[in-house]
């Protein structure tokens, strides 16, 4: 379990999260909703273990992320964490196999190869990210992430810089992986017909939680809106 | 103006690599001609043979440190000229989009022949205030007084021609570099991505495989780091070896420069591996790789090209005074024999050892107060 207790973080002075308190279950697929600027990526970069917060107090499973030390951090990014972001962040001048490998190897994964071939790149394996479109990039940070075995995952918008076919390609894709492979996957959006797609959505509104509801049924990527 | 003075201030390796080699060009060649008035005074055969090979040294000496800092600092010139360009694709990209003609953004980069002529203006005054201190520790014992004069010939060749010749290459090359399309240059990129087909395919760990990634795509600073490490190993053990076999002052000065070199050379190349992998070490920490596994992988492919460096300056000094005492001052009497100093060997090598290093945990420290949040906002 994943919990937030009164998170507090903020920048220059401002106050970017105003004392988020949120519970996700091992397993569970929660999307959090708001708008640009709404302290989602912030949210997520501390749940994750990127940042730490000003105040507060974060758990996983029993442990307090607060209370680690960076190398107990990282650590715990090597071991539990994936991410997948909107702008890709994939090595410029790598190939396909050398950026997912760097999710592989933390695992000690050898089967990364499979893992490209599932998200539909492996005849892409020597390309330059810079030769590939956007999906396709996006594509090998999800195999990135997943050669990591995560148990939890995090998505910041991954969509948001891909149109709509791709998007619910992408969307499709890791949801259905995840409903396999029962992950914890927290997804960060501003497009609130994603949320449909969930089991929790969680909106935020000026770093604070507004409203936490359950969908009764998770809809699949092509059957929701855009 | 596209191009700030402060631009021209990141240049200070250039600066300080011009410094030095004019620093000694200008006292070793006053002293090569100011030397020539003892011609014809000298009657003692000694003294004549000692005059000889002082004024060969001056001449090898002022043609060896001129000849290789001045090709280091048109590598340089270069190397920061592309990273400039690099970097500022985009900037570039739209201003010709504006209109502007390559010619013109390329004028711009005379600022960066600026920093040139300040070290060589630098360098020549520091030159010529050592050299009444030079012409005192090389005074043959029983000849007369040499006295410091001024030669405007040296000016001209020392300062005012590498500026404008510098000045020439920055804005020719940047005129080059910056001909490439543009769209290309609005997408940031200057160099076409080679599509290099790929060798037999070799099994390497992601890291290993980051190294040599790394190395493949900053070339030229190996040869930086090398000839960083060349500056330490061969001016360290040449102003050690120094101290037995001429005046104290010049061993000081030699590995004061060394040092110097090595510093400026190893910091500008350390940042910009730094600045240049801010984004890859960002992504690599926030996925979970230790801060030394990012050190690991963006300094390890380097550290051959410095024990290289390192073992070339070695070979280089030890080759350098062979020919000094052994040739050039063979007749004469009072130089003592040289044979490879071991003990500046050991000290100059525990030395690199350290440094090196410290240079890798300042690298540690530097990338741990990267903030991955931050870098991944600059978007
Ligand atoms: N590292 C940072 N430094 C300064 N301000 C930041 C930083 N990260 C986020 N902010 C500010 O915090 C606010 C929320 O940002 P963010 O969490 O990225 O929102 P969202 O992802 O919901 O769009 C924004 O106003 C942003 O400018
Ligand atoms: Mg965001």
């Known amino acids: 379990m994943l919990k937030a207790e009164n998170v507090v973080k903020s920048y220059n002075g401002s106050e970017v999260l105003k004392g988020v308190s949120l519970e996700v279950q091992n397993g569970e697929f929660v999307v959090i909703l708001g708008a640009s600027g709404s302290g989602k990526s912030t949210l997520l970069s501390v749940l994750s273990g990127l940042e730490r917060a000003d105040s507060g107090n974060v758990e996983y499973n029993g442990e307090s992320l607060s209370q680690m030390n960076d190398k107990q951090l990282t650590e715990f990014r090597k071991r539990e964490v994936g991410f997948i972001f909107q702008q890709y962040y994939l090595l410029s001048h790598m190939t396909v196999e050398s950026n997912v490998r760097m999710g592989a190897d933390l695992a000690g994964n050898k089967n990364f190869r499979e893992i490209i071939s599932s998200v539909g790149l492996g005849d892409k394996l020597k390309s330059k990210p810079s030769q590939l479109s956007g999906g396709e990039q996006q594509r090998v940070c999800i195999a990135r992430a997943l050669a990591k075995n995560p148990n939890i995952l995090f998505l910041d918008e991954p969509t948001g810089a891909l149109d709509e076919k791709t998007g619910r390609e992408v969307l499709d894709y890791i949801s259905r992986l995840q409903s396999e492979r029962k992950f914890t996957m927290i997804m960060v959006t501003h497009n609130s017909n994603i949320a449909d797609m969930a089991q929790t959505v969680i909106k935020m509104n000026s770093g604070n939680i507004v409203e936490t509801y359950k969908n009764t049924e998770r809809k699949n990527a092509y059957a929701i809106g855009w | ?379």
């Open chain 2, 1 to 379: 103006m596209i191009i700030s003075l402060k631009d021209s201030i990141k240049l200070v390796g250039v600066t300080v690599v011009c410094f030095c080699a004019v620093f000694v060009c200008t006292f070793m060649l006053s002293f090569y001609i100011d030397v020539q008035q003892l011609n014809g005074l000298l009657t003692d055969q000694n003294m004549r043979l000692l005059y000889q090979a002082q004024k060969a040294t001056a001449q090898v000496c002022a043609i060896v440190t001129g000849g290789v800092l001045a090709v280091i600092a048109v590598v340089m010139l270069f190397f920061y000229i592309k990273i400039y360009i690099d970097g500022h694709a985009k900037q570039f990209g739209i201003i010709k989009a504006l209109g502007y003609s390559n010619c013109k953004i390329a004028l711009t980069f005379w600022i960066f022949g600026f920093s040139v002529f300040i070290g060589c203006a630098l360098g020549f005054g520091v030159g010529y205030a050592f050299a009444p201190l030079v012409y005192n520790g090389l005074a043959i014992e029983g000849a007369p007084e040499i006295a410091v004069n001024f030669h405007i010939e040296l000016l001209l060749g020392l300062v005012v021609a590498p500026a404008f010749v510098f000045t020439l290459i920055a804005c020719g090359y940047a005129y080059w570099a910056l001909r490439c399309p543009l769209m290309q240059l609005m997408r940031g990129k200057t160099a076409k991505i080679k599509d290099k087909s790929y060798k037999a395919n070799k099994e390497r760990s992601f890291l290993k495989e980051m190294c040599f990634k790394t190395l493949a795509s900053k070339k030229s600073v190996a040869f930086f780091v090398a000839f960083a490490c060349f500056c330490f190993g061969s001016m360290m053990q040449m102003g050690l070896s120094m101290e037995n076999l001429a005046s104290k002052t010049m061993g000081y000065m030699i590995l004061i420069i060394g040092l110097v070199l090595a510093a400026v050379t190893l910091f500008m190349s350390v940042t910009t591996l730094i600045n240049g992998n801010l984004k890859n070490i960002s992504i690599m920490k926030a996925c979970g790789y230790s801060l030394k596994q990012c050190a690991f992988s963006v300094l390890g492919g380097y550290v051959p090209f410095a024990v290289l460096g390192f073992m070339i300056g070695t070979a280089y000094q030890f080759g350098l005074l062979q020919i000094m005492v052994n040739i050039v001052f063979k007749e004469v009497a009072e130089v003592p024999e040289y044979t490879f100093n071991i003990p500046a060997f050991f000290i100059t090598f525990a030395l690199f050892i350290v440094s090196y290093f410290s240079v890798m945990a300042f690298y540690v420290l530097r990338i741990k107060t990267i903030s991955v949040k931050e870098v991944m906002l600059e978007n």
